[in-house]
């Protein structure tokens, strides 16, 4: 089991940044491609990106892609999501996740964080 725990959330004005950080315990955090994930209320969860285990490929959904920025530090356990020229539109509840493929399908991902809310204000 992967244990993941997401912090770094908050309120954040518009065009603002902010820079989310999962830490994980359990088996070794280099075997996983990591993703992020973001569900606002109403709404389904959905894809925000990925990178696979090696950290050296990473993949973006259309709607985030050129503002944010996934990145992973193998020795540290820890998978980040820096988010800049926030939107109010990105306002959700970021969940960070383990798998074992490449994939922005949610189904693909068999761990998860407990989330932590994003609030951007206009």
């Known amino acids: 089991q992967v244990q993941l725990v997401e912090s770094g959330g908050g309120l954040v004005q518009a065009v603002g940044s902010l820079r989310l950080s999962c830490a994980a315990s359990g088996r070794t955090f280099s075997s996983y491609t990591m993703g992020w994930f973001r569900q606002a209320p109403g709404k389904e969860r959905e894809f925000v990106a990925f990178?696979?285990?090696?950290?050296?490929?990473?993949n973006y959904a259309d709607s985030v892609k050129g503002r944010f920025t996934i990145s992973r530090d193998n020795a540290k356990n820890t998978v980040y999501l820096q988010m800049n020229t926030l939107k109010p539109e990105d306002t959700a509840v970021y969940y960070c996740?383990?798998?074992?493929?490449?994939?922005?399908?949610?189904?693909?991902?068999?761990?998860w964080g407990q989330g932590t809310q994003v609030t951007v204000s206009s």
């Open positions: 990178i696979i285990r090696s950290g050296g490929n990473t």
């Open positions: 996740a383990a798998g074992v493929k490449f994939s922005s399908n949610s189904n693909e991902y068999g761990y």
